[in-house]
């Protein structure tokens, strides 16, 4: 067999050096596939229920989300700056309770039922193809005295759009509120809780609506029963407290009746995040004590016998 014909020998070096370069490779490719996986991972995200009825495009809001719930704690924020509102130092015990993603069909009204047997007034956060569509839940809101405020049209996580898409999800929400309520919309709540110091300032300075957040928060959008969602408000509530809730779930409405009384029983009155940022001052009413577990209060009572 002629030299032509015959295959290259490889030198041993060189199986070497090529052994070597695929070692050295094979962390970078594993890493460039982990971010694949994780960017379709993230990509696969169930959308929000487009077709069915408006009470399931509204529950269907929670399932579609492209992250998690931010609590106002997690939120980024230059030191020493205020671009949103949590909750409001005040002399009193007032609080305002909040109730993001309806207009619900099914739910909403009978919430309303239940603030009117109290003469309760809250503020409600609300989505503006719900608006659009029940027009008539939020008329009879706002003629019993509660407050309209705007969170997106369709729950979309604002920190994650364009100018156009943002200007869409705002203007568009206050828009629809609007022409239902004959009033300006001044406050807004992102979806999820989801911004930024920038996006805030963006939002009060060219959409002319302050941000507000909340300081209490039962996750009721977890859905952990009426009992645990009215144990953590309870719980969580102080002088000067935003609550947030959500009106697009049952065991969020079935709590309330109870939340409601005993929060009244402590001597809480209710009044809308409006009212509630009008009555801020220098020299807030301090948390009232937290009162002693039956636990507590059954060893002190052993003590004092033994005394």
């Not at 207009?103 to 003469?119: G, V």
């Not at 941000?211 to 009215?230: H, N, T």
Request: hydrophobic content about 40%; aromatic content about 4%.
């Amino acid at each position: 067999m002629s030299r032509l014909t015959e295959k290259p020998a490889f030198c041993p070096a060189v199986r070497i050096a090529t052994l070597l370069a695929v070692i050295l490779c094979l962390p970078a490719l594993l890493r460039a596939q982990t971010n694949q996986n994780a960017s379709e991972s993230t990509s696969s995200t169930p959308a929000p229920v487009v077709g069915g009825t408006p009470d399931e495009r509204a529950a269907s809001v929670q399932a579609a989300a492209p992250m998690a719930m931010q609590t106002p704690q997690e939120l980024p924020s230059a030191c020493g700056e205020r671009s949103y509102v949590t909750a409001v130092p005040v002399e009193g015990q007032y609080i305002a309770m909040t109730f993001d993603d309806g207009p619900s069909a099914a739910l909403t009204p009978h919430l309303l039922d239940i603030l009117k047997q109290r003469n309760i007034k809250v503020t409600f956060f609300v989505l503006g193809q719900l608006v659009q569509e029940h027009p008539e839940i939020i008329a009879r809101a706002v003629a019993e005295g509660h407050e309209i405020a705007n969170h997106s049209w369709d729950h979309k996580a604002l920190n994650k759009l364009g100018e156009g898409g943002l200007k869409h999800e705002l203007s568009d929400t206050s828009e629809a509120i609007s022409k239902v309520t004959g009033k300006p919309v001044t406050l807004m709540r992102p979806p999820y809780g989801a911004t930024n110091p920038r996006l805030n300032r963006a939002i009060e300075k060219e959409y002319g609506m302050k941000v507000i957040l909340w300081s209490v928060d039962p996750f009721d959008w977890k859905r952990p029963g009426p009992q645990a969602v009215s144990q953590r408000i309870l719980a969580g509530t102080k002088p000067g407290a935003i609550i947030l809730a959500h009106d697009i779930h049952p065991g969020t409405i079935e709590a309330m009746p109870a939340t409601f009384d005993a929060l009244l029983a402590k001597g809480y009155k209710f009044v809308t995040v409006s009212e509630l940022l009008a009555m801020e001052s220098k020299n807030p009413t301090p948390a009232p004590a937290a009162s002693p577990s039956p636990a507590v209060q059954k060893s002190a009572k052993s003590k004092k016998k033994a005394a």
